[in-house]
């Protein structure tokens, strides 16, 4: 029986590179110009995030506010504090904001000193993306597709099921169930995509709980972040957990990651992809761990690690011979 997931396992000389955000360390994320110019680098799996407007229509982008450091109002100016939530906007009117630069002086313009500044950019439906890889020049590429929900803040998104079928919804409707991985931190998404669309890979992001985390944990046994599962059920192994849930990928965060789980993840059957490892020791730790594939907000930085220990990130590339 052939694997449908191939594309997505590592191979003999090859770990998968997904363009998180897109790209965001150098073009602005979740953009239609960043997909596009991820794809058009060789990169053939892109991370992305989607949330629901006010009228119900899934757009791509990460926080359930706008951020006052990446978004000018339609005024042009930038927003002077908190943004709106994404759920109380309906898709024409979040169309009234740019999301094409970084504030300069802000923390997060410092985190991504080297992300291009353009204007016009506008958060993207996720029919916008869809219709993109359908067309023949990308194909062969994957959506790797976080649902962005949390707990304890309901009021950030619709009901839980009917998000998650709004989302599928266009999924199938653009014949693309089978190049998507369905992911989130809140496990009660998996587990409606799983009542929705059985046959839809799922992938369990994880966070474990770290001194003065910059997030919240999500791996917190019996918690609606995991749907109420619990690891000591299954001798207290996240990878065993997560396989018995029906899982198909395991994404953990790069510095939690050891690799006796990834081995025994991938001896369960479960594809592992580390999430956001951007600095080179974090990408060659990865690597070393052997990890599947590589989320990371500088694709072309992995692309070159990978380069000069004579590995790729898909079949049909491969490094050249280093003259002697």
């Keep these: 029986m052939s694997d449908h997931l191939a594309p997505l396992r590592k191979a003999p000389g090859i770990v998968r590179l997904h363009g998180h955000r897109a790209a965001r360390g150098i073009l602005p994320e979740n953009t239609m110009m960043a997909f596009q110019h991820v794809f058009d680098t060789g990169v053939q799996v892109v991370e992305l995030d989607v949330l629901s407007t006010a009228d119900g229509v899934p757009v791509i982008t990460h926080n ?115 190049r998507v991985i369905f992911q989130s931190f809140d496990w009660r998404i998996l587990s409606c995509a799983k009542n929705i669309a059985p046959d839809l890979p799922r992938s369990h992001l994880s966070y474990e709980a770290k001194p003065n985390a910059p997030m919240d944990a999500n791996i917190l046994d019996g918690s609606d972040w995991m749907a109420g599962a619990s690891r000591a059920d299954h001798g207290g192994s996240l990878p065993r957990l997560i396989a018995a849930m029906g899982g198909s990928v395991w994404s953990p965060y790069f510095a939690d990651i050891r690799a006796d789980e990834v081995a025994l993840a991938q001896e369960l059957g479960l594809i592992v992809n580390a999430w956001t490892a951007n600095e080179i020791a974090d990408v060659q730790a990865a690597i070393d761990a052997g990890v599947d594939g590589i989320i990371t907000d500088y694709p072309g930085r992995v692309q070159r690690q990978l380069l000069a220990q004579g590995l790729s990130w898909r079949e049909d590339f491969r490094p050249f011979a280093q003259a002697g």
């Design 64 to 178: 359930p506010r706008l951020m006052a450091a990446s978004t000018r109002g339609p005024d042009g100016q930038w927003l002077a504090g908190e943004g709106p939530r994404i759920y109380d906007l309906t898709f024409e009117e979040l169309q009234r904001y740019d999301i094409g630069g970084l504030r300069a002086g802000t923390d997060y313009a410092n985190r991504y000193p080297d992300q291009a500044f353009l204007t016009g950019q506008t958060v993207p439906k996720l029919t916008d993306l869809a219709e993109m890889v359908n067309q023949p020049s990308y194909d062969g590429v994957w959506l790797n597709l976080e649902v962005k929900s949390h707990p304890d803040e309901p009021e950030n998104t619709p009901p839980l099921m009917e998000y998650t079928a709004s989302i599928v919804d266009v999924l199938e409707q653009h014949d693309l169930l089978n």
